[in-house]
């Protein structure tokens, strides 16, 4: 949501997921024969849902490349938080390396966030706010993690907030206030499913002014049994609005009365 108008973001790829698997239990593919290209889309809806002011606000090339765009609002300015793929697998050298990253609508400049742990694959940290200077992120589930990144010298500092999580959620929407006291975001859990490959359930995962975790719901589906990833959360008047992919070839919008969504979730 930016001064009152909804502004959506996707990735436009050459790639996407088909719910099945050959007979090794691999996931399987459309595209992608010489290397995966990634853009990102920014477009509006109008009235009746239609895709208006459809524009590639960065073009598809191949690695290193951006994807699966967060919107946030930092220090005044809409950028997204990204997935930057630096090394895609190829060949019999299986090495896949990736960061996260923050590109700046504006300027169209990209930089880079280091791993706190040094790892090469490093993807959808969730943006929260920025206090004093500092972004504030969630880097796992389990254990609760929060990232603290200075914006003036990119140093990073690690904080443990819950060593007992039960379950490793990944990834997920951004967090969304919905009461003076609660605080909302789509988490998911992703497992291999014989004959489907990787699914994904969704879970919404409520927290504190602490950020502690309040309540997680049941998990629900949005449309179907299968690959279903949430990146998009807002509100609207007294709704919450979710915006999801499907299998990489599909997005869809969908609401919900807040008050509606929380009887559902506590009750």
Same mark, same amino acid.
């Given at each position: 949501?930016?001064?009152?108008?909804?502004?959506?973001?996707?990735?436009?790829?050459?790639?996407?997921?088909?719910?099945?698997?050959?007979?090794?239990?691999?996931?399987?593919?459309?595209?992608?024969?010489?290397?995966?290209?990634?853009?990102?889309?920014?477009?509006?809806?109008?009235?009746?849902?239609?895709?208006?002011?459809?524009?590639?606000?960065?073009?598809?090339?191949?690695?290193?490349?951006?994807?699966?765009?967060?919107?946030?609002?930092?220090?005044?300015?809409?950028?997204?938080?990204?997935?930057?793929?630096?090394?895609?697998?190829?060949?019999?050298?299986?090495?896949?390396?990736?960061?996260?990253?923050?590109?700046?609508?504006?300027?169209?400049?990209?930089?880079?966030? !280091?791993?706190?742990?040094?790892?090469?694959?490093?993807?959808?940290?969730?943006?929260?706010?920025?206090?004093?200077?500092?972004?504030?992120? @969630?880097?796992?589930?389990?254990?609760?993690?929060?990232?603290?990144?200075?914006?003036?010298?990119?140093?990073?500092?690690?904080?443990?907030?819950?060593?007992?999580?039960?379950?490793?959620?990944?990834?997920?929407?951004?967090?969304?206030?919905?009461?003076?006291?609660?605080?909302?975001?789509?988490?998911?859990?992703?497992?291999?499913?014989?004959?489907?490959?990787?699914?994904?359930?969704?879970?919404?995962?409520?927290?504190?002014?602490?950020?502690?975790?309040?309540?997680?719901?049941?998990?629900?589906?949005?449309?179907? @049994?299968?690959?279903?990833?949430?990146?998009?959360?807002?509100?609207?008047?007294?709704?919450?609005?979710?915006?999801?992919? !499907?299998?990489?070839?599909?997005?869809?919008?969908?609401?919900?009365?807040?008050?509606?969504?929380?009887?559902?979730?506590?009750?």
């Amino acid at each position: 949501m930016d001064r009152g108008k909804l502004r959506f973001f996707t990735r436009i790829t050459n790639v996407s997921n088909k719910p099945e698997v050959n007979i090794f239990g691999q996931l399987q593919k459309r595209g992608a024969k010489s290397g995966t290209l990634n853009g990102i889309a920014e477009f509006e809806l109008d009235d009746s849902y239609q895709v208006i002011n459809y524009e590639e606000i960065v073009e598809l090339t191949g690695v290193p490349n951006l994807e699966d765009p967060k919107a946030f609002v930092l220090e005044g300015q809409v950028v997204l938080f990204c997935n930057l793929v630096i090394r895609e697998p190829n060949g019999l050298d299986r090495t896949f390396i990736s960061k996260n990253a923050i590109l700046t609508l504006d300027s169209q400049s990209v930089d880079a966030l !280091e791993s706190p742990y040094f790892k090469n694959i490093e993807k959808n940290w969730i943006p929260i706010d920025v206090v004093d200077g500092t972004l504030r992120l @969630f880097y796992s589930c389990n254990p609760l993690t929060l990232l603290k990144v200075n914006l003036k010298n990119g140093a990073t500092t690690v904080d443990i907030i819950d060593k007992d999580m039960q379950i490793d959620f990944h990834g997920g929407s951004q967090l969304i206030r919905i009461t003076q006291d609660l605080l909302v975001r789509v988490v998911r859990r992703k497992m291999q499913m014989k004959n489907l490959g990787m699914i994904a359930v969704s879970y919404l995962m409520f927290h504190n002014n602490d950020l502690t975790v309040n309540k997680i719901s049941k998990p629900f589906l949005f449309r179907k @049994f299968g690959f279903e990833i949430c990146n998009g959360l807002a509100i609207i008047d007294d709704r919450l609005v979710f915006t999801w992919g !499907e299998d990489d070839i599909k997005n869809f919008i969908g609401k919900i009365e807040i008050n509606k969504l929380i009887n559902w979730a506590f009750n």
